[in-house]
């Protein structure tokens, strides 16, 4: 994992400072509320229904133990003894007291971690495949780029007050957990047919009122030009993106009103010109550095099956079952990637206590050669365990109730923070989702219907990315009560696409039967081995909806 | 007499340009004028010996314009001895590309000057995206603005300044 050198430590220690002091001018009246608002934004708070929130960064979703465990102390000490890991890689605490801040911060930066660029309309923290270094397959670890990315975006004096939010994802493997082709820039580490390392750029995705797939704007980056080009596109959407109107402004609405070929165009031209000072070509030495960083772990070298991880699975019902659904391959044989949903039945999707980061925190120590990771859907994956191993993790989970088997079933859902939290929603989220998860809460019914990603939110704002839900739901307002609407067909991996609304939205009290409805008529009409989504996109809308409304 | 405190490359200086009105005659004093009189007098100000700059806008130009487009001075950067960059709002960061495309596409060397709702915050970001000429509100003092451009002690990445960044620096 990347470990800061003095550079870096000085920096973040002196944006706490440039931080405190910005706090000291707000509460002294010196800056307005409007003008303290961009700057508390870049640092990560957020004024929430309630009370002030911070976010903190995750970059590329990599934890240490040591910064877990940083991360409970915080939950304990300036929050309620809990914090909410979001869909962006990032912890939100929800209840911290602004003067407090800076202290936090502080601490935070101990263990090299902050807020900076978690908010505001600067290039957000990058995030990327939670599998990475841990699966098979991938052209090269993406944290090696993404931790380049993050550097270059630090600060970045020509991108600080762009238009709009601005989030950059990166994967390095066919199968996208990243979410890559809904962000402002999708990047696709690969290999070309020489051998050599590039990146594919997709632009213009997003979510929000206006939902857009990126479109590619370009196969191949070479590797030394990458920074080049990003800086290309960025600056095209500094120059032409709208400032007019802040639903307009993303780079989606740009790259949709100017169109993909007139888009690609003007970031050619842009990169040319740029990159003929070759002023953005990392140094080799400096990518060899990073790359240190994420070199793999020293893995023993183990047979590829466990007779003691075999014979728990043959003893413990409950066990196999967590395998099943939550423990994936490794590249290395002997070892295995253990997902930890934060989706227990009836519980908050995303919030773990300061107890269970703890918990986790030791066991990355112990088993995940010090590694946590954090996933955009919400959880949190031991990467690196010793299949002889599996079990006792999966004993020290199950005893703080950390081991529910469900990952990516029904009651693994996305859901945003919605009335509960947010001064802009239109419905609640939190207690949809814990009623579905409630409905669906035997397992076996659930292995039954199989893969099946359900996302809410509050409002069109789309924070619990329902566009891309196979099943997704949104609140909508109607006469000030709560109705939800439901879209079918959505998906966020490398089959991007944006769900189709099924019709008439359905009340508080309707809302629950008619996601079993949609479930059974999956169930009912499904052909072998076909998930929800398959059989949606054979059949289309007409079934569901005729269930629905008829 | 203006009504802000002029800041030249990290130094108190008096003001000797003045804006000029689109209608208003030019002078022998140094002036700024706008974008579109620039264009309309290309050749008559050619003729002329007093030192003139112009003024990119930012605001005033319909609700969806986005503001002047830094390209357009392209033909005549040799000519100017002063651009002013127009921030209509501080959270409007437009005016930092068009700062790095004066500099570094088009190598110009005259004063680069941030003029508008120019702010503490930002001063740092624009002196490093190349404006060396800041029009800051009367009571800012000239330390004050030196603590803003000094509050963060390094930079990642390559701008229009001297600094190269540490991703390249340490590689070095
Ligand atoms: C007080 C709470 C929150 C408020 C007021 C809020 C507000 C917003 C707004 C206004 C947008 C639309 C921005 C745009 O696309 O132009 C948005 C998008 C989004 N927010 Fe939030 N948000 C809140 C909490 C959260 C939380 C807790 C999460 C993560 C779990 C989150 C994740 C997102 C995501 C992923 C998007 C979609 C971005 C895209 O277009 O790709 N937000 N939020
Ligand atoms: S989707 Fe709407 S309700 Fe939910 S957090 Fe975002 S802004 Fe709030």
Redesign the interface.
Known sequence: MYRY?E??H??VA??V??FR??VERRVSGALSED?FK??RLMNGVYLQLHAYMLRVAIPYGTLRSEQMQMLAHIARKYDRGYGHFTTRQNIQYNWPALDKIPDLLDELACVEMHAIQTSG?CIRNVTSDQYAGAIEGEAEDPRIVSE?IR????????????PRKFKIAVTAHKNDRAAIKLHDIGIVVKQNDAGEIGYEVHVGGGQGRTPFVAKKMNDFVPKAKL?AYLEAVM?VY???G???NSYKARIKILVHETGEEEMRRMVEEEFA?IDA?E??T?????ID?ISAYFAPPAFETLPADSQAFTQAQADDADFARFVRANVVAHKQDGYAIVNISLKPIGGVPGDATDAQMDVIADLAERFSHDEVRVTHEQNLVLPHVKLDDVKTVYDALAAHDLATANLGLISDQIACPGLDYCNLANARSIPLAQEISERFSDLDRQYDIGELKIKISGCINACGHHHVGHIGILGVDKKGTEFYQISLGGAADENAAIGQITGRAFTEEDIVDAIETVVTTYTDLRADGERFIDTYNRLGMAPFKERLYD | MTDYHLVIDGATAEESWTYLDDDAALSDAPSIISLTRLKDEADALAERSAPFGVILRADGLGKTDLGEDVRELAPFIDRLALIAIHFPAYRNGRGYSAARVLREEFNFTGQLRATGDVLYDQWAMMNRCGINAFELAANIDLATFQTALGELSGAYQPAADQNRGALWARGK
């Open positions: 050198d550079f870096d000085k920096l002196d944006r400072n440039q002091g910005q003008q961009p700057l309309n380049i550097q270059w975006s630090t600060f970045h004096p020509e991108f600080t007050y762009l920074l600056r500094n120059m032409l709208r400032r007019d010109k000072s002023m953005l990392v140094p080799q030495t400096e550095r």
